[in-house]
């Protein structure tokens, strides 16, 4: 299997686990936080709805350079985080499908303000920042809503909330 397809494959199988995720963020607690130094929970619903435009960031660019401007989106609904993430997907999945194995082994290179922090082969750095970076998030996401106290569904099978 090229490696194109098995990224896709991973990508819609772990789109489920994050759609029912960003199904069920209360859109009115969007300021709440577990903490002073946490991530407000409606930028971080929004943060992992936007991930998958790492994968154009990647394949489409010989690198990414950190020491830009950002300005921090915060999406108002669930309708709002669900069309964020579906339409950042299929455009990942497009840009996945007109990748070959020859363009993923090419080298991207993550900086900070022009100095380098690491160079990785494509195929390496969508793994990191776009997969494992968005399945961190994730998680991150499930531990907010548990100490709000909404119940979890299963991502890799049945939860403590919903058992069956």
């Given at each position: 299997?090229?490696?194109?397809?098995?990224?896709?494959?991973?990508?819609?199988?772990?789109?489920?686990s994050?759609?029912k995720?960003?199904?069920?963020?209360?859109?009115?607690?969007?300021?709440?936080?577990?903490?002073e130094?946490?991530m407000?929970?409606?930028?971080?619903?929004?943060h992992?709805?936007e991930i998958p435009?790492?994968?154009e960031?990647?394949?489409n660019?010989?690198?990414?350079?950190f020491?830009?401007?950002?300005t921090?989106?915060?999406?108002?609904?669930?309708?709002?985080?669900?069309k964020?993430?579906?339409?950042k997907?299929?455009?990942?999945?497009?840009?996945l499908?007109?990748?070959?194995d020859?363009?993923l082994?090419?080298?991207?290179?993550?900086?900070?303000g022009?100095?380098v922090?690491a160079?990785?082969?494509?195929?390496?750095a969508?793994?990191n920042?776009?997969?494992?970076h968005?399945?961190h998030h994730?998680g991150?996401l499930?531990?907010?809503?548990?100490?709000l106290?909404?119940?979890?569904?299963?991502?890799?099978?049945p939860?403590?909330?919903?058992?069956n």
């Amino acid at each position: 299997m090229s490696l194109n397809k098995a990224l896709i494959a991973e990508l819609k199988i772990e789109s489920t686990s994050t759609k029912k995720l960003l199904e069920i963020v209360p859109a009115e607690k969007s300021d709440w936080a577990p903490h002073e130094k946490s991530m407000k929970l409606g930028r971080l619903a929004t943060h992992i709805a936007e991930i998958p435009i790492w994968v154009e960031r990647i394949v489409n660019a010989d690198g990414f350079d950190f020491g830009g401007k950002f300005t921090p989106n915060v999406a108002e609904s669930n309708e709002a985080l669900l069309k964020i993430f579906t339409e950042k997907q299929d455009a990942a999945i497009e840009i996945l499908e007109a990748a070959t194995d020859e363009k993923l082994n090419e080298p991207w290179t993550i900086k900070r303000g022009g100095q380098v922090i690491a160079q990785l082969p494509k195929k390496v750095a969508l793994r990191n920042i776009a997969f494992n970076h968005l399945y961190h998030h994730r998680g991150q996401l499930s531990v907010y809503l548990r100490l709000l106290d909404i119940p979890i569904p299963g991502m890799y099978g049945p939860s403590a909330d919903m058992p069956n």
